[in-house]
């Protein structure tokens, strides 16, 4: 009994020292900031029978041992010193401070537990390069988007009107520091009209930047030839009627006044024929108006033009193609007519065909008969009162 109950009471005292000394033991955490902010560094002991702290930087320098101070350094300050816990801050933390710091436990031997302190650093502001206003329509445009002083590097994404262009080539080189990053992107593409004012986005994103990423912007100018149509006010234009002939141009700049013709000369009757502006109106419409009308629109990049081909219709006419459709109609009732007719003469001549007489089988000599008809025949003239038996079938 008492060599078991000796051996209960080692047990349990080497379970004691054990504990002892595992709950002895520094614990901290790695720890991630922005440049320019602040870090706070914890160590804590659960089980401490008043054993020194210490921290240290990634230079083994003494930064502070229990609450005194070791290093001349203003940012570093000491926020709780106890014996299970030294903690302390940095602030305006820098690339530099940026490594592994040691907390030691000054037992036999000396505990110690690593934390490491890693320093994002910001990108600076995008800028993009390469856009030189204006830009002529099928130029080759080649638009740069730069951003240094990030760690790690940057991303770099392209957007044209909120719609993100995937098809750019990215880069990224050390900076002198060997510790930040340059990254650029290029986005290469042909000036075409319909980019005229569309605005062009680079955006940099980082963990740094709390999800608000970085934008650089540039609204596009692209110059380009005008496009010429005429849009009459109506399809049908009708002699002793009014037409207007609409010339839409578009360009970049814009079009000068347009330059309306007829049959590549000068308008014939400028009386009638007004120009208003882009529109042409042409009053009391008549044959002498048909032709080819043309409209010229010109800017300081080129000039272009659209025509209209104008024939004008008489109303009598245009009246006057009613009748043969009623004609038509006219002429497909009488074939009906006609077809029903011929039909109702065809049948009744049918059923006249097979409309006939015959006597029973008592009639006289249907004995002697094969058929039905023979027996009829037979009997036509021999049978005095055949007509009491006939029976009709049709």
Same mark, same amino acid.
């Given at each position: 009994?008492? !060599?078991?109950?000796?051996?209960?009471?080692?047990?349990?005292?080497?379970?004691?020292?054990?504990? /002892?000394?595992?709950?002895?033991? %520094?614990?901290?955490?790695?720890?991630?900031?922005?440049?320019?902010?602040?870090?706070?560094?914890?160590?804590?002991?659960?089980?401490?029978?008043?054993?020194? @702290?210490?921290?240290?930087?990634?230079?083994?320098?003494? @930064?502070?041992? $229990?609450?005194?101070?070791?290093?001349?350094?203003?940012?570093?300050?000491?926020?709780?010193?106890?014996?299970?816990?030294?903690?302390?801050?940095?602030? $305006?933390?820098?690339?530099?401070?940026?490594?592994?710091?040691?907390?030691?436990?000054?037992?036999?031997?000396?505990?110690?537990?690593?934390?490491?302190?890693?320093? @994002?650093?910001?990108?600076?502001?995008?800028?993009?390069?390469?856009?030189?206003?204006?830009?002529?329509?099928?130029?080759?445009?080649?638009?740069?988007? #730069?951003?240094?002083?990030? #760690?790690?590097?940057?991303?770099?994404?392209?957007?044209?009107?909120?719609?993100?262009?995937?098809?750019?080539?990215?880069? /990224?080189? =050390?900076?002198?520091?060997?510790?930040?990053?340059?990254?650029?992107?290029?986005?290469?593409?042909? !000036?075409?009209?319909? $980019?005229?004012?569309?605005?062009?986005?680079?955006?940099?994103? +980082?963990?740094?930047?709390?999800?608000?990423?970085?934008?650089?912007?540039?609204?596009?100018?692209?110059?380009?030839?005008?496009?010429?149509?005429?849009? %009459? *006010?109506?399809?049908?234009?009708?002699?002793?009627?009014?037409?207007?002939?609409?010339?839409?141009? /578009?360009?970049?700049?814009?079009?000068?006044?347009?330059?309306?013709?007829?049959?590549?000369?000068?308008?014939?009757?400028?009386?009638?024929?007004?120009?208003?502006?882009?529109?042409?109106?042409?009053?009391?419409?008549? #044959?002498?108006?048909?032709?080819?009308?043309?409209?010229?629109? =010109?800017?300081?990049?080129?000039?272009?033009?659209? =025509?209209?081909? @104008?024939?004008?219709?008489?109303?009598?006419?245009?009246?006057?193609?009613?009748?043969?459709? +009623?004609?038509?109609?006219?002429?497909?009732?009488? &074939? &009906?007519?006609?077809?029903?007719?011929?039909?109702?003469?065809?049948?009744?001549?049918?059923? !006249?065909?097979?409309?006939?007489?015959?006597?029973?089988?008592?009639?006289?000599?249907?004995? $002697?008969?094969?058929?039905?008809?023979?027996?009829?025949?037979?009997?036509?003239? *021999?049978?005095?009162?055949?007509? =009491?038996?006939?029976?009709?079938?049709?």
């Amino acid at each position: 009994v008492f !060599a078991c109950n000796l051996r209960l009471f080692c047990l349990s005292s080497l379970y004691k020292l054990y504990v /002892k000394y595992q709950g002895q033991f %520094p614990l901290t955490q790695n720890v991630t900031v922005i440049e320019g902010e602040t870090a706070t560094l914890t160590c804590r002991v659960d089980q401490n029978d008043n054993t020194s @702290l210490q921290w240290s930087n990634p230079a083994q320098q003494t @930064l502070y041992f $229990d609450d005194k101070k070791a290093l001349r350094d203003n940012r570093i300050e000491l926020l709780r010193a106890s014996w299970h816990e030294l903690t302390i801050r940095v602030t $305006d933390v820098s690339l530099s401070d940026e490594g592994q710091y040691t907390c030691s436990l000054f037992t036999m031997p000396v505990k110690t537990s690593k934390a490491f302190l890693t320093v @994002l650093g910001v990108p600076e502001s995008p800028q993009i390069s390469g856009f030189v206003s204006p830009v002529m329509e099928g130029d080759r445009m080649e638009l740069t988007c #730069k951003t240094s002083g990030s #760690k790690p590097a940057a991303d770099i994404r392209w957007f044209k009107n909120d719609k993100e262009v995937k098809d750019v080539k990215y880069s /990224k080189e =050390e900076d002198a520091n060997r510790k930040t990053f340059t990254v650029s992107s290029t986005m290469v593409f042909k !000036a075409d009209r319909n $980019d005229d004012g569309a605005v062009v986005s680079c955006r940099v994103d +980082h963990e740094s930047l709390n999800s608000t990423p970085q934008i650089a912007m540039q609204v596009l100018e692209i110059h380009y030839i005008p496009s010429v149509k005429i849009i %009459p *006010s109506t399809p049908w234009p009708e002699e002793g009627q009014s037409i207007t002939l609409i010339c839409e141009s /578009k360009g970049k700049p814009l079009p000068d006044p347009v330059l309306w013709t007829k049959d590549g000369g000068e308008l014939p009757d400028p009386e009638r024929m007004v120009v208003n502006g882009r529109e042409l109106n042409i009053n009391l419409l008549n #044959k002498t108006d048909n032709g080819t009308y043309r409209c010229e629109a =010109e800017n300081s990049i080129g000039l272009n033009s659209a =025509e209209y081909v @104008l024939i004008i219709h008489d109303p009598n006419t245009l009246a006057g193609q009613s009748v043969p459709d +009623h004609a038509l109609i006219g002429g497909i009732v009488a &074939v &009906v007519v006609f077809v029903t007719l011929c039909s109702i003469i065809l049948l009744g001549r049918y059923l !006249a065909r097979h409309k006939g007489t015959y006597l029973t089988n008592e009639a006289k000599g249907a004995e $002697d008969a094969p058929d039905a008809d023979t027996a009829i025949i037979n009997a036509e003239g *021999s049978q005095v009162n055949a007509e =009491e038996k006939k029976e009709y079938f049709i």
